[in-house]
């Protein structure tokens, strides 16, 4: 039976074990804690779903079904792109445990990791971290993969390892620049929209609204395929930070989308500062409004280690206007709720994440004055041509903004 240690950060901290097993229908999954984590005195739960105690915890799913690993576990593995370029350069035929333990240790999301029994690292796909002068190679090389998976096998090869554990379904890849590691995104060849421009110009309009945002910047802005560079917020001086997503703090199994208020309730228990997490929470629910982003889904919020048992919202990441489409929230904002994008209904929700109205329309309105100003100019800095302006009108300037406008 396939296993593997889990340690915890640089130092190789033994957390527990992790083993596996496949019937060829049926793969399981039993993660234990070790005697000497649940003993030391900085102990702490890796997921709400994996509670201190002695004994297995155990998942199980069918083949194609994700839910074979724990969600911290899974959060640690790769997702569409990563998994493409493993199945292509290790040649297909891996299981959930091989996702998981032969991507690369160095860059993995979070600060898990999967060893042997010497101790080591069981990934097998490490090649050295590309630098920020590499970027434009890597772009090349996610291009051909991209126009042809079937025959690009070097270059899945090449891919594999600085993709490494990152989730997510565009083309990506790690880098190392300015003594920190950062997420390369890549232009697609599926994109008909210039997607990393409007992605780092709503990061950084996400920052001048004064929420707490992952550090974005536009590389290759001059040419028609720019990669955003957005720092890794799980690492910090060399550390490793233990990271869990949204989905996984809810334990949410389902395919359909979960809700905010849920979200609230997991800060309000395990959050190092709740009442700021809560605010914050609320704010980026209507910037995600204000902005019509699309990719509010629960794995794209998610929370930091701060130390103690406690934890921290993570900085904002993968905010994506979406002009004129259907205005549909991927999580909703009330547990059982409508999935709206309405302003009307967060606010109603305000009290539940500590702001009473008038404070809510308060930062409401604030918010929708920086987006309305700022915008345009924000789209220009990052290259965007009038046309391409034009294009995203529609999803910063709407009836939802309006109102927010309106709102005090
Ligand atoms: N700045 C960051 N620091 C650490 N981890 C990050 C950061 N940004 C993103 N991640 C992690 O990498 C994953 C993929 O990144 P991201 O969501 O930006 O990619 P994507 O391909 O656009 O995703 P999606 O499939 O949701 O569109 C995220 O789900 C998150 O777990
Ligand atoms: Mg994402």
Redesign the pocket.
């Known amino acids: 039976m396939p296993e593997a240690i889990v340690a915890l950060g640089e130092g190789k901290r033994i957390v527990g074990r992790l083993r596996f097993e496949t019937d060829g229908k049926c793969q399981h999954s039993q993660f234990e804690y070790a005697a000497e984590w649940l003993a030391a005195p900085d102990r702490f739960a890796i997921s709400p779903a994996l509670p201190l105690r002695e004994g297995g915890h155990f998942a199980a799913g069918r083949e194609d079904i994700r839910s074979t690993l724990s969600g911290v576990f899974a959060?640690a593995a790769p997702?569409?792109?990563g998994r493409m370029l493993m199945t292509k350069a290790l040649v297909g035929g891996l299981t959930e445990f091989d996702y998981l333990v032969l991507s690369d240790d160095r860059t993995r999301?979070g600060a898990l990791r999967f060893l042997g029994e010497d101790m080591e690292p069981l990934s097998d796909l490490n090649p050295p971290i590309p630098r920020l002068v590499d970027l434009e190679r890597l772009r090349l090389l996610a291009q051909r993969f991209e126009r042809d998976p079937g025959g690009a096998e070097a270059e899945a090869r090449d891919l594999a390892g600085v993709a490494g554990s990152?989730?997510?379904?565009?083309p990506?890849a790690n880098v190392e620049g300015d003594g920190h590691l950062w997420?390369a995104?890549f232009t697609s060849e599926k994109d008909t929209k210039p997607v990393e421009r409007a992605e780092v110009a709503t990061l950084k309009l996400a920052t001048q609204c004064g929420l707490r945002v992952?550090e974005a910047t536009l590389e290759l802005r001059d040419s028609d395929h720019p990669i955003a560079l957005?720092?890794?917020?799980?690492r910090r001086d060399g550390a490793r930070i233990p990271?869990m997503?949204a989905r996984t703090a809810l334990d949410w199994q389902s395919d359909e989308g979960g809700y905010y208020t849920d979200i609230a309730d997991v800060i309000r228990q395990v959050s190092a500062k709740p009442t700021e997490d809560l605010h914050e929470l609320w704010r980026r629910i209507v910037f995600t409004i204000l902005v019509s982003n699309k990719?509010d889904?629960l794995?794209?919020h998610?929370f930091v280690y701060a130390g103690e048992d406690r934890w921290r919202l993570?900085?904002a990441?993968?905010i994506?206007p979406a002009p004129s489409r259907q205005r549909v929230l991927e999580t909703g904002i009330i547990q059982g709720g409508p999935f709206d994008a309405s302003l009307d209904i967060a606010l109603d929700a305000a009290e539940f994440f500590e702001l009473t109205l008038t404070d809510a329309k308060q930062q409401a309105s604030e918010m929708a004055k920086i987006i309305a100003a700022n915008w345009k100019q924000a789209l220009r800095a990052e290259g965007a041509s009038p046309d391409e302006i034009r294009i995203y009108a529609d999803a910063f300037e709407h009836d939802e903004a309006e109102k927010a406008l309106k709102a005090v």
Do not use: E, M, T
């Not at 990152?166 to 565009?170: D, E, N, T, V």
């Not at 957005?230 to 799980?234: A, K, M, S, V, W």
């Open positions: 959060d997702d569409a792109w999301q990152l989730g997510g379904a565009r990506k997420i995104k992952a957005i720092r890794r917020f799980d990271y997503s990719d889904h794995k794209n998610g993570s900085p990441f993968d994506n």
